[in-house]
C-alpha cells in the first residue's frame, strides 16, 4: 500500500487535489508519459501503481473501483487491455520518474514520470544461481574429464600403430631368417640321401676287398710248371754277362 503523504496538500483542498491526481494519471495511462512538476509526480506515483495493481487482477471488481478514480473509459479500457498484460511479471515499479531541471519562470523543479513497460528479466535466486553455477563446474569438469580420456584413446591407438608399424619392418627379417632354416634343412635333406648312399656303396667294396685276398690265395696254392723256372734263369743269365764282353771288346 502507498505510503500517506505528508505536508501540505495540492490545490485548494483535499477534493481538488484528488481531482487533480486522477487528471494526471488519466494522462498517464493515455499517453504512456507525462511531464509535470516534482512534487505531483512525486504525489501521483502511488496512485497510478494502485492503479495497475487493481488492473493485474483483471475482474470486475477491480474494474470498478479504478473506475471511482479514473472517469475516462478508454483510459480505463487501456490500463486492462494493454498496460497490465506488459506489466504481469514484474512485482512492482511500475513507473519511473526522471528529473528533467527547472521551469522558466518561477524554476520550479521539473520531472518526467513513465510507465515501466520492459519485458522483466528475472535474476534467479541465490540458491539457484549456486546450483546453476554447480552445475556448469560439474559440466566444466565432465567435459575436462572427457577431453582427457579423448586424448588417452589417441595416445593408445598411436601407440598401437607405432607397434604395427614395427612388427611390419621386422617382418621381413624374420621372413628372411625363415627362408634360411628352410634352405639349411632342404640342403640337409638333399645331403643325407647322398650319405645313405654311399653308406650303401661301401658294403659292395668290402666285399671286392673280401673277394681280392682270396685271389691272391688262389694264386699261391697254384703249382709253378718245372720247366719254366730253367728258362727264365738261362735267359736272365746271358744278360748279366753281356757287359763284361763288351768292356773286353
Known sequence: M???????????????EKLMLANLATALFTHGRIQTTETKAKRLRP??????TFAKRGD?????????VIRDKSAVHKLFAEIAPQVNEREGGYTRIVKTGF??????????????????????????????????????????????????AEAAEAEAADAEATEEVDAPEGAETET???AVEAEVADEAP?????AEEAPAE????????????AAEEAPEPEGEAPAEESVEEPAAEEPEEKKAD
Open 2 to 16: 502507498p505510503k500517506p503523504t505528508k505536508g501540505p496538500r495540492l490545490g485548494g483542498g483535499p477534493a481538488h
Open 180 to 182: 634360411e632354416s628352410v
Open 206 to 217: 668290402e666285399v671286392v676287398a673280401e673277394e681280392a685276398p682270396a685271389e691272391e690265395a
Open 47 to 52: 496512485l497510478a501503481e494502485r492503479m495497475v
Open 103 to 152: 521551469r522558466k519562470g518561477d524554476r520550479a523543479p521539473m520531472a518526467v514520470i513513465e510507465l515501466v513497460l520492459e519485458p522483466v528479466e528475472k535474476k534467479p535466486s541465490a540458491k539457484k544461481a549456486q546450483a546453476a553455477k554447480d552445475k556448469a563446474a560439474a559440466e566444466k569438469a565432465a567435459a575436462k574429464a572427457a577431453k582427457a580420456e579423448a586424448a588417452k
Open 60 to 68: 470486475l471488481h477491480s474494474r470498478r473501483r479504478v473506475m471511482t
Open 194 to 198: 647322398a650319405e645313405e648312399t654311399a
